[in-house]
């Protein structure tokens, strides 16, 4: 019995399609480009059941509504030769066939049952804490992990894991010894480097934030568009706070928009910076037309809402027709998704794309009504702390736009207890403390931001 890296016994196959499983596995968990070799090696060998599934797997993670299609060759070769396979085979197999169907409960089911009979595996890990991830369910995303941490604590990849699956769950200690842990194994474990980011954002660790990301960036070689922009995403999201604004403007232009414009993580990454750009009060010019542009495709795409969502915002934000059509699907997805995937689109989905559409054309006291619905419950969403709260500044600047200063000051006195000294909050405080005759706390707000933008210089 031959085996792939982590030890997972594996079905007879070539030894160059051995060593494309085990890029494919490696740099699936690394967040690396040489994954997609999968592809070419599953065509070279189409007798190969895992090569099969792990090719069908990659077209997943496309996030399109043409996913299924692409993964269904794949599948459809793998299933050709799944009496030849192995039992941790035949469970993958069966595992990408339940996601092309669109079982979520079936696809869950089978993420644990693969990881109790074969904990080394952890490309199934990593899919589980996907699936999880897009339903808002931290606490299932952290069992993933830890129920096979113990197997696997040589591998840096499931500290990197566990870490931010902590960090979800605001268990922020934990987190950041899981991710130091990580990077003691591997310096090069980008998720590990992303969950202490991640840690140190919402722990206002501003200035060693930044530090700590630039400090690393001799580490971001061979990585996919995803993990390359969304870590320098973060780097922009430190020098934000620090009122850095033309560097903001160059990381976007330079890495957070360069690379894979049809890609949705590439997309909604565009999407998110640019806005926290402009609420930030920074001109981005004629950068939403090229957003709008690369959008249009996504007219009728409602694979996962919080895609979906900034996919809206996108479009309306750049005057783009497609946003109308957007909506449409999103009203339809709302009637007609599966139950419990139906309940999100209805009750988060839907309120949330009205009140973000309604907020890119100005209409602020429409954009407040509507997005106070969908606040409470935009963790089932999916996505992020850091991702989600693009909604909770769009709500918060619509508070301010319709005039509603006294929530908008709850809010952002809250806010600046996680970023006491960011530009971009206490320049917003400012501004609502002088609407309600606060002088001297306006003035308060504004020296706070004019302190850390002497320090900070671009």
Aim: charged share 25%; hydrophobic share 45%; with cysteine.
């Amino acid at each position: 019995m031959r085996h792939d890296y982590l030890g997972n016994p594996v079905g007879a196959m070539r030894d160059t399609t051995l060593r494309a499983v085990d890029d494919f596995i490696e740099g699936y968990l690394a967040y690396e480009t040489r994954a997609e070799g999968i592809l070419a090696a599953a065509d070279a060998e189409p007798e190969c059941c895992l090569a099969n599934v792990y090719a069908g797997l990659l077209w997943m993670f496309l996030e399109a509504p043409d996913a299924g299609l692409r993964a269904s060759t794949y599948l459809a070769a793998a299933e050709r030769t799944a009496t030849l396979a192995t039992r941790r085979e035949q469970l993958n197999m069966e595992l990408l066939r339940a996601w092309v169907a669109d079982d979520s409960p079936e696809t869950l089911r089978l993420c644990g049952q693969i990881s109790d009979e074969f904990p080394r595996d952890l490309v199934v890990v990593k899919t589980h804490q996907y699936f999880e991830f897009n339903r808002g369910n931290s606490p299932e995303m952290l069992r993933a992990a830890i129920k096979v941490l113990a197997r696997n604590a040589d591998i840096p990849y499931i500290h990197g894991m566990a870490a931010f699956a902590y960090e979800q769950c605001h268990l922020l200690d934990e987190a950041e010894l899981a991710a130091r842990r990580a990077l003691e194994l591997r310096r090069k474990e980008p998720w590990a480097q992303h969950a202490l980011a991640h840690v140190m954002l919402t722990r206002g660790r501003i200035d060693e934030g930044a530090l700590f990301l630039e400090g690393m960036q001799d580490t971001w070689t061979g990585l996919n568009s995803f993990m390359v922009t969304h870590i320098w995403w973060h780097l922009a999201l430190f020098y934000l706070s620090q009122g850095r604004r033309a560097r903001v403007l160059e990381i976007y232009d330079r890495y957070c928009w360069a690379f894979a414009k049809s890609y949705s993580q590439d997309q909604i990454g565009a999407v998110s910076l640019l806005t926290r750009m402009e609420l930030a009060g920074i001109d981005v010019g004629e950068r939403w037309q090229d957003i709008g542009n690369h959008l249009a495709a996504r007219a009728h795409d409602t694979v996962l809402p919080f895609l979906t969502m900034q996919y809206l915002y996108g479009l309306a934000r750049a005057g783009r027709v497609e946003a109308d059509a957007l909506l449409r699907s999103v009203e339809h997805t709302a009637k007609s998704a599966r139950p419990r995937a139906r309940e999100v689109w209805r009750d988060v989905a839907l309120p949330a794309c009205e009140g973000l559409k309604a907020y890119a054309q100005g209409h602020f006291d429409i954009a407040w009504r509507h997005l106070s619905l969908a606040m409470p419950r935009m963790i089932e969403a999916g996505g992020s702390h850091a991702q989600r709260d693009l909604f909770e500044q769009i709500l918060l600047d619509a508070a301010i736009k319709s005039g509603r200063s006294t929530p908008a000051q709850q809010m952002l006195e809250l806010r600046r207890q996680s970023d006491p000294d960011g530009v971009p909050v206490n320049t917003a405080l400012s501004l609502v403390y002088n609407s309600l005759g606060l002088l001297d706390l306006a003035d308060q707000a504004r020296a706070r931001a004019a302190s850390t933008k002497l320090r900070h210089p671009d």
